[in-house]
């Protein structure tokens, strides 16, 4: 079916072999993201009890986090995106409701990103197929991630979804997705990394913050070549969660939490190039 859709479309075509470039890209990074998590969970495991300086490295680590993160501007709403927004809501709302159970969310082709790692804030059920079809189109209701919390009883419970674009994307272009006076997209950005073959870095830390990733007070390629590393200008694309569970008000909606001091705690890495 797949093959003779192409045929008919040679810009389909094109339009799909650029996304399976995205998703392909995407995966070297996600396991790279996996790799780190992985460690820093086991670093912070083995760090010493809550201390004044521990306090204040765990603040600063967090103070660096929104460093690397660069959101839409908030534009004047209209009672027109309002509208758009709520009906984007209610229809994904609807659509989602089978998946309150992650077992139909995994028959369905999501999956958990970083399984192993036992103490994320939020958890992301990806589904790779759905991800390469929102960098050629837009589907309100086949959204690339199903975000989960845990309850107190260790449960996780559906909250929403998560959007994404290509990082190419303008503001127009994301607006005529999900209107940016109401909802403001995300994107990581300027990422210091160990270089390959030097993956043991990862846990480096300099005054008790971390040397590499997204809680790094690293944010220039020149500040990252001082310290050895490989800059990234850009991880991953554009990213909007909808907590289409958590009420009708839109500021809850899509109230993002990422320009909060503790965005993503221990899921930070996702999404596509």
Known sequence: MLINSLHQSPQRCVRLRYAVGLVAGAAALLALAARLAGAQEHAHAAEAPASPTHAHTASAASANAALHMEMTPALRPTAADSLRAAKIAAALRVALAKYTDTTAAVADGYH????GVKTQKVYHFTNNWRAMQEAVRFEPTRPTSLLYRKDSTGTLVLIGAMYTAPKRFSYERLDARVPLSIAR??????????KRGEMARWTEQRDGVPVFGPESPVVTKEACDAVGGRFMPTVFGWMLHANVFAGDDPASVWGDEHAGPDMHAGMKMHGLE
């Open 112 to 115: 958990m990103f970083l399984p």
């Open 185 to 194: 997209w995300h994107k990581h950005v300027n990422w210091c990394l160990p």
